[in-house]
């Protein structure tokens, strides 16, 4: 039987693990920053989307510079739900008190609210040089509206709360391309349902992608509110109500509108914190529901795109928690460790002091007695020392006779 020779030597083993300890922390390292780059790009793409819808920043822009705490809040009534001008009034004056209530109240050169409403409707639109009726998804407005939808302008101006005449419309580029073939259009005319309407602007739709997903009509318009009830007759229901007011206090603003509209028909949604790190966890949590609604309410297209954001902020928040939990994992190992090594560290360098000096003792000794000590306890520093026929307690490291010490006999040897 031939015996082969190792085919190792022990310092070429020792070199092989040594590799294999480095490759093993290149990969740990390798791994960790991969998931600190997908962690930040996801702080990232989280930070972008809060700030991607502008219909829910209008709290900020009602706020601007004055420092104070906004809130702005929606709320989404069901169909056939009697929600009306008398009702906007009486929001008004639950508002008031509430606010009268908390020492806040407007003046004319300081107003602390404001509001908008809308409803979504089916008209047909035709122009001169269009015949063909075009079915367009129009949107009838309120209020100060364009505060919290602040659509990009590509030429004209906005529909405000005083305007005398109601007969102004907007209409988005496409609609515009498609009626008129260009997009400088104020002044001109277009029939709605076959009463003629001045087109005050045309705007641009958004383009984030949120908006996008969530608008799938291919045309849009724009048109006041009081102009559809009398297209109607007054049958026109409001299926949307938009709010900013002061938020001294955490809630305050969402107790105050909750209390004042007091139906759980309502879906009532605080926009100023639905994009915030709690909102996220809270989605996530009730992961499966967000989507679905048993309520007979149509939201507008605005609000699914914050639907959507919202959806993408809880992936995101799950994904990055993902990320982290090994750099975490690898940092908390990597301390203990660190903290293990520094404590035998420690006692190590503790006891070769204590080494040093027990030395320095014992040398310091034999140069003051010549003799060595004979050491029968060294648990409490003490040393037993011979003298003559006595012992003596000696404590070498102050370097003196200890004074209540017992002079006895030395043990004898058996």
Same mark, same amino acid.
């Given at each position: 039987?031939?015996?082969?020779?190792?085919?190792?030597?022990?310092?070429?083993?020792?070199?092989?693990?040594?590799?294999?300890?480095?490759?093993?922390?290149?990969?740990?390292?390798?791994?960790?920053?991969?998931?600190?780059? !997908?962690?930040?790009?996801?702080?990232?793409?989280?930070?972008?989307?809060?700030?991607?819808?502008?219909?829910?920043?209008?709290?900020?822009?009602? !706020?601007?510079?004055?420092?104070?705490?906004?809130?702005?809040?929606?709320?989404?009534?069901?169909?056939?739900?009697?929600?009306?001008?008398?009702?906007?009034?009486?929001?008004?004056? %639950?508002?008031?008190?509430?606010?009268?209530?908390?020492?806040?109240?407007?003046?004319?050169?300081?107003?602390?609210?404001?509001? %908008?409403?809308?409803?979504?409707?089916?008209?047909?639109?035709?122009?001169?040089?269009?015949?063909?009726?075009?079915?367009?998804?129009?949107? !009838?407005?309120?209020?100060?509206?364009?505060?919290?939808?602040?659509?990009?302008?590509?030429?004209?101006?906005?529909?405000?709360?005083?305007?005398?005449?109601?007969?102004?419309?907007?209409?988005?580029?496409?609609?515009?391309?498609?009626?008129?073939?260009?997009?400088?259009?104020?002044?001109?005319?277009?029939?709605?349902?076959?009463?003629?309407?001045?087109?005050?602007?045309? +705007?641009?739709?958004?383009?984030?992608?949120?908006?996008?997903? !969530?608008?799938?009509?291919?045309?849009?318009?724009?048109?006041?509110?009081?102009?559809?009830?009398?297209?109607?007759?007054?049958?026109?229901?409001?299926?949307?109500?938009?709010?900013?007011?002061?938020?001294?206090?955490?809630?305050?603003?969402?107790?105050?509108?909750?209390?004042?509209?007091?139906?759980?028909?309502?879906?009532?949604?605080?926009?100023?914190?639905?994009?915030?790190?709690?909102?996220?966890?809270?989605?996530?949590?009730?992961?499966?529901?967000?989507?679905?609604?048993?309520?007979?309410?149509?939201?507008?297209?605005?609000?699914? %795109?914050?639907?959507?954001?919202?959806?993408?902020?809880?992936?995101?928040?799950?994904?990055?928690?993902?990320?982290?939990?090994?750099?975490? *994992?690898?940092?908390?190992?990597?301390?203990?460790?660190? +903290?293990?090594?520094?404590?035998?560290?420690?006692?190590?360098?503790?006891?070769?002091?204590?080494?040093?000096?027990?030395?320095?003792?014992?040398?310091?000794?034999?140069?003051?007695?010549?003799?060595?000590?004979?050491?029968?306890?060294?648990?409490?520093?003490?040393?037993? *020392?011979?003298?003559?026929?006595?012992?003596?307690?000696?404590? *070498?490291?102050?370097?003196?006779?200890?004074?209540?010490?017992?002079?006895?006999?030395?043990?004898?040897?058996?």
């Amino acid at each position: 039987m031939v015996i082969k020779p190792s085919q190792l030597t022990c310092e070429e083993a020792k070199n092989k693990v040594q590799k294999t300890q480095i490759i093993k922390i290149i990969i740990i390292v390798a791994i960790n920053v991969l998931c600190l780059v !997908a962690f930040f790009i996801c702080l990232s793409v989280s930070a972008s989307l809060r700030t991607s819808l502008r219909s829910q920043q209008a709290a900020q822009a009602w !706020a601007g510079q004055s420092g104070e705490r906004f809130a702005q809040l929606s709320a989404f009534f069901p169909e056939s739900f009697d929600f009306n001008e008398e009702s906007i009034y009486n929001m008004h004056l %639950a508002l008031d008190n509430a606010l009268r209530a908390a020492s806040l109240e407007s003046t004319p050169d300081r107003i602390l609210y404001t509001d %908008a409403w809308s409803a979504v409707t089916e008209v047909n639109v035709t122009s001169e040089f269009e015949s063909n009726p075009v079915t367009v998804k129009a949107i !009838a407005v309120g209020g100060d509206f364009f505060l919290f939808h602040p659509l990009y302008l590509r030429s004209g101006s906005f529909l405000s709360r005083d305007d005398l005449m109601k007969d102004r419309v907007i209409i988005d580029e496409a609609l515009a391309w498609r009626l008129f073939g260009a997009t400088g259009l104020t002044g001109f005319e277009v029939r709605i349902n076959d009463k003629v309407f001045i087109i005050a602007g045309v +705007i641009s739709r958004d383009s984030d992608f949120a908006s996008s997903r !969530a608008h799938p009509d291919e045309f849009g318009l724009f048109m006041d509110f009081d102009a559809l009830m009398t297209m109607t007759e007054g049958e026109a229901e409001i299926s949307t109500y938009e709010l900013v007011m002061p938020d001294p206090i955490s809630s305050f603003a969402y107790k105050s509108f909750t209390d004042a509209i007091s139906d759980r028909r309502v879906h009532i949604v605080e926009n100023s914190k639905r994009f915030s790190l709690g909102s996220s966890f809270s989605l996530v949590r009730s992961f499966g529901q967000h989507s679905v609604r048993t309520d007979n309410i149509a939201l507008p297209y605005w609000e699914n %795109a914050a639907r959507i954001v919202e959806d993408w902020l809880a992936l995101l928040l799950v994904l990055s928690i993902i990320f982290i939990i090994f750099p975490i *994992i690898c940092a908390v190992i990597y301390s203990v460790k660190t +903290i293990r090594f520094g404590v035998r560290r420690s006692k190590k360098a503790i006891r070769s002091r204590i080494d040093e000096r027990d030395k320095r003792a014992y040398d310091k000794y034999l140069k003051e007695h010549g003799n060595e000590p004979q050491i029968y306890d060294n648990k409490n520093v003490r040393y037993d *020392i011979y003298e003559g026929d006595q012992i003596i307690d000696y404590d *070498i490291y102050e370097g003196e006779e200890i004074v209540d010490y017992d002079i006895y006999d030395p043990p004898t040897s058996t």
